[in-house]
């Protein structure tokens, strides 16, 4: 099977590629680096030659202001235009769970814009929300980093090994399209402070987590469970403990 992957050059999209390829089927790797450009739609048509099935693992540059958002916007029709010419047969993408939930978020809402697009489109299509990676907790830690404290709201997440992700989005492109979205999150539910904790002892870095319910996440404050994803959701196999040892490890 002849398959586009949108955003191959980053973390999912690498791995994503190589688990398609590995299984024997023709991958086209898109990507700016690659000079397909997804914004301006430059090589998008050539890449999507002949593909069956594309998925998007596109992702914004910058988190703020609007950028997000036009990027999401320009990006993901350009892809749907280019499937619909070359006839795609399944247009798989990725998103974020509670991405309906956190529209006061400028990405979270460029991430429900982009759903929409998806939804609203000809195109038969899967949506895969996953919740956020172990490999971005260094950046979740980031967010509330104030010298040698760090305050983190207590919200419960289910964090997710990124081969996980791939795994599974490796296994949906080879089906058919739901029409419909579904999600994938982690094996342990913890507060978003706690994980922070975890990930700073495992790397024996000293900085303090306060726990800080007004803390802001991606730009919106957090309540409930928004960050959880919804029953009947897959359920990852690998601890935050095992992937923690195995990327100290590595």
């Known amino acids: 099977m002849k398959i586009m992957v949108a955003g191959a050059n980053g973390l999912i999209g690498t791995q994503l590629a190589a688990d398609l390829r590995r299984s024997g089927h023709d991958v086209t790797a898109a990507s700016l680096s690659l000079g397909v450009d997804t914004v301006t739609g430059k090589g998008l048509e050539a890449a999507m030659t002949g593909a069956e099935v594309v998925v998007d693992v596109t992702n914004a540059a910058s988190f703020g202001d609007n950028s997000a958002l036009d990027f999401f916007k320009a ?7 280019a499937a619909a010419e070359a006839r795609v047969r399944h247009y798989l993408a990725l ?20 759903e929409n697009l998806i939804r609203a489109s ?6 895969l929300r996953s919740t956020q990676f172990y ?9 509330g980093a104030e010298g040698n404290v760090v305050r983190l709201p207590p919200a ?24 419909n979205i579904i999600e994938i999150g982690g094996p342990e539910q913890f507060g978003i402070d706690d994980i922070a904790r975890i990930y700073l002892a495992a790397n024996e870095d000293q900085r303090q987590v306060i726990t800080d319910p007004s803390t802001s996440y991606f730009g919106v404050e957090l309540t409930g469970d928004v960050l959880l994803p ?7 196999t690998q601890k935050l403990s095992d992937w923690l040892y195995r990327s100290m490890a590595a």
């Open 75 to 81: 990006s993901t029709k350009n892809l749907l235009a």
């Open 95 to 114: 998103s974020i769970v509670g991405t309906p939930r956190l529209v006061e978020s400028d990405y979270f809402r460029a991430k429900a814009v982009q």
């Open 122 to 127: 000809a195109r038969p299509y899967t949506i």
């Open 135 to 143: 490999e971005f907790i260094n950046g979740v830690i980031d967010i």
């Open 156 to 179: 419960s997440a289910r964090p997710v090994a990124a081969h996980e992700v791939a795994a599974f989005l490796a296994e949906l492109a080879t089906g058919d399209p739901l029409g």
């Open 230 to 236: 919804h029953v009947g959701a897959r359920v990852a």
